[in-house]
């Protein structure tokens, strides 16, 4: 085991619907045949975490946690769930740096049903560059516009529910 760093496995005696309470597993375990730790638990932390609250590289939870995310509510790099925070978020309500939600997107580029951020693209579109059905920003493409050079009456229309 002189080549074998960093090599953390803590799993609880508790229990809690057949999971350990806690699970912890980090590093490489060669006597396991793991190039990388695996945790399965209620809180699971790893290189791999699988749990109600999974916190890890790859994470995969009701709450996800890590550099690449799926779960309900995700948070990471890349984050895929029904709620996400993330680099790239795909969610049904998504907040990242490219967020693609079936409902909410929130982001730099931004696409969904509604689409706020840098370059928005959606039903509803808000943004810098905004192109969609009721489409608002300084440049604005779509059926119902409000842009630096052209205002809608039923762009107008709609988005002043919004004020």
């Given at each position: 085991m002189g080549n074998v760093r960093n090599l953390v496995r803590m799993r609880s005696a508790?229990?809690?619907?057949?999971l350990p309470l806690v699970s912890i597993a980090l590093g490489p375990d060669p006597e396991n045949h793991e190039v990388r730790g695996h945790a399965h638990g209620v809180l699971a932390?790893?290189?791999i975490a699988t749990g109600i609250l999974a916190i890890g590289g790859l994470a995969r939870g009701v709450?996800?946690?890590?550099?690449?995310?799926?779960g309900f509510v995700a948070v990471g790099g890349v984050a895929v769930g029904i709620?996400?925070?993330?680099?790239?978020?795909?969610?049904?309500?998504?907040?990242g740096?490219?967020?693609?939600?079936?409902?909410?997107?929130?982001g730099g580029l931004a696409i969904g049903a509604i689409a706020i951020g840098g370059c928005a693209i959606?039903?509803?579109?808000?943004?810098?560059?905004?192109?969609?059905?009721?489409?608002?920003g300084d440049v604005a493409l779509g059926a119902h516009v409000i842009s630096s050079t052209f205002r809608s009456p039923k762009a107008?229309?709609?988005?002043?529910?919004?004020?």
């Open positions: 508790t229990t809690l619907w057949g932390i790893g290189d709450v996800a946690v890590g550099g690449i995310a799926r709620v996400a925070f993330g680099g790239l978020a795909v969610a049904a309500i998504a907040l740096g490219m967020a693609i939600g079936l409902l909410i997107a929130v959606g039903f509803v579109a808000v943004g810098g560059l905004a192109v969609g059905y009721y489409a608002y107008v229309e709609f988005f002043k529910r919004f004020q």
